[in-house]
């Protein structure tokens, strides 16, 4: 028994380093940033070097001047569950305080703002970078 688990043990060590990637991400490969519904209008997703950005519009958490706390809790969760996401991007105000933590502790980039446009542009930048994160690299830059 012992010797089987020494060997599933070497065997997951084995694909957990091949997952690391040495040479940055896959060239063509997809990345995802999330967008409050207040910006998402202002920026389309595109390209950064070699990869492909998607932006992700999250739905509204404001009705009638009231901000829904569970749903400005579940557009967080929603990107930090994603492992492709990079960065989540959130106008100022309420829902910003809300989230904020939840993104913070998955080590994905906040970014708190009146202009998704700038934001994006902050976040290609930081991408152009060769990378074997792009997700640090991004919360390095600009999170």
Known sequence: MRRLQVLLLGLFALLAAAGCGEG??????TVS???A???CGQES???AGDLKVRLVCLAPVEKAGKVDLAAAGANARRATEDSSAVAYVEAPGPAAKFG???V?????AWIETDSGSQAMRGIRHALEEDSSSPRQE???EVG
């Open 24 to 29: 940055g991400a896959a060239s063509g490969a």
């Open 33 to 35: 940033v999330y967008m």
């Open 37 to 39: 519904a207040p910006l």
């Open 45 to 47: 997703g595109g390209r």
């Open 100 to 102: 904020r933590p939840i």
């Open 104 to 108: 913070e502790s998955a080590n994905l």
């Open 138 to 140: 991004v919360l390095d």
